[in-house]
């Protein structure tokens, strides 16, 4: 109940473009529990300890993702499932019992955790829906990257009365200013003419900025700058890929690089020449061949309190506003169909000549409403799962508090949130 409460809202937000529905249709953990093969204590400050833990599961669980979209669905099971990764937990202590007023639960970006999964459509078969396996693995990864790994986290509050947990939350830390200067010697992508560049460049995949398109140019020159913020300068790193627009088709990724924000200065501008790889993940390149260097200028300037409130603000501001355009955009798409349908009933009625006539119109107006719904989809995926996240876990929260207080509490005390990849 936890897990469908908190995950399915996350999913929607990170619901790819075509996608119009992620829901679990059947969620069960299984019998095989995970295990913890190590613990190291890594700090003790004032009221809090923080530990990491070797976390393995090869479980059995069985959960099966109903996948639909403007023209079809599809369950899609989860199979053969391993989890193998380092859980960062920080313990908040109080001087109630049990002692622990909260805690914090993140996956360590290095080593980088390993979620292998195989992908099985239940009753058909994935190649009806071409990419779609790409989606799921693209939406799963920018999940986990954005909401999981270190340094965001999961802030779950125990005891089972108010605690303030502002000091473990998330917070800004710092602007990276990057320019995209120019890329050199790109790979080809198109049988005729020449690929048409853009650079997508992000350190949380939420918050994701995209350069301008340069049209049969392998040597393009951008000079576009762009603000991003970092939450943790020791931890993250600066992602950037390279795409050939394709107006048919999905578009290719030319190449990936990517910069940890700490190898750079503090108030320094610095010029740096990044290779473009086939992928980050060194055991999945097949191609060698060389795909190109790309030049970008960055500058990182460390937050003063004020303006670290300040950024938080605004983030909530865009998120808050993201939400609503695609609110309004699902909203619209709704109404068209609707409207779609009412057409092609009227015509129908109106006589069989009109009605072979009038039914076309009806369908128009429907995809012309599916298409606004998904460009609302893509608004929406660049949005946040915080707000939604946040809601599944205060629910987690509380029921982890009365689970974990019952023994030990008075009668009284209650319980109280861009294209896809190509390799």
Not at 69 to 84: H, M, R
Not at 197 to 206: A, E, G, H, T
Not at 293 to 299: R, S
Request: aromatic letters at 4%.
């Amino acid at each position: 109940m936890v897990i469908r409460d908190s995950v399915e809202p996350v999913l929607d937000e990170y619901r790819p473009p075509g996608i119009s529905s992620l829901k679990f249709s059947r969620l069960s953990l299984g019998t095989v529990p995970p295990k913890i093969e190590g613990i190291r204590i890594q700090s003790f400050k004032k009221g809090q300890i923080t530990m990491d833990m070797d976390f393995r599961w090869g479980g059995d669980p069985n959960i099966i993702l109903a996948v639909e979209t403007l023209v079809a669905s599809l369950p899609i099971q989860f199979k053969n499932l391993q989890v193998y990764t380092i859980i960062r937990v920080v313990f908040q202590l109080s001087d109630e019992i049990p002692c622990i007023s909260a805690v914090v639960v993140a996956l360590l970006a290095e080593p980088k955790p390993r979620i292998d999964y195989v992908l099985k459509a239940v009753g058909g078969s994935l190649t009806a829906m071409p990419g779609l396996s790409d989606m799921i693995d693209d939406t799963v990864a920018s999940l986990i990257t954005d909401m999981l790994q270190w340094p965001h986290r999961i802030v779950v509050p125990l005891g089972g009365v108010d605690v303030d947990v502002s000091d473990l939350e998330l917070k800004p830390h710092g602007k990276l200013t990057v320019t995209v200067v120019r890329a050199e010697s790109l790979k080809n992508k198109e049988l005729i003419g020449k690929s048409d560049p853009y650079v997508v460049l992000f350190i949380r995949p939420m918050f994701r900025e995209k350069t301008s398109v340069i049209d049969d140019n392998l040597n393009p020159q951008w000079n576009e700058t762009f603000e991003l913020i970092a939450e943790d300068k020791e931890t993250q790193a600066l992602i950037l890929e390279v795409f050939d627009e394709d107006k048919m088709k999905q578009d290719k990724r030319l190449g990936i690089a990517k910069l940890p924000l700490n190898d750079l200065g503090m108030e320094t501008v610095q010029e740096v020449n990044l290779q473009l790889l086939s992928s980050l993940d060194t055991t999945k390149v097949k191609d060698k061949k060389d795909r190109g260097v790309l030049t970008i200028k960055v500058v990182y300037h460390q937050f003063t309190k004020a303006e670290a409130q300040e950024a938080l603000e605004l983030e909530k501001r865009t998120v808050e506003e993201r939400r609503k355009v695609r609110s309004e955009t699902a909203a619209v798409s709704g109404a068209a169909d609707a409207a779609s349908g009412t057409a092609s009933t009227v015509t129908n009625v109106a006589g069989t000549g009109v009605a072979t006539a009038g039914t076309p119109a009806g369908s128009g107006t429907s995809a012309g409403g599916s298409g606004v719904g998904m460009v609302g989809t893509g608004i929406g995926a660049v949005g946040s799962g915080i707000g939604a996240f946040g809601s599944g876990l205060s629910k987690a929260g509380k029921f982890v508090g009365r689970t974990v207080t019952g023994p030990f509490s008075s009668a009284r005390r209650s319980a109280s949130s861009v294209p896809n990849i190509d390799d």
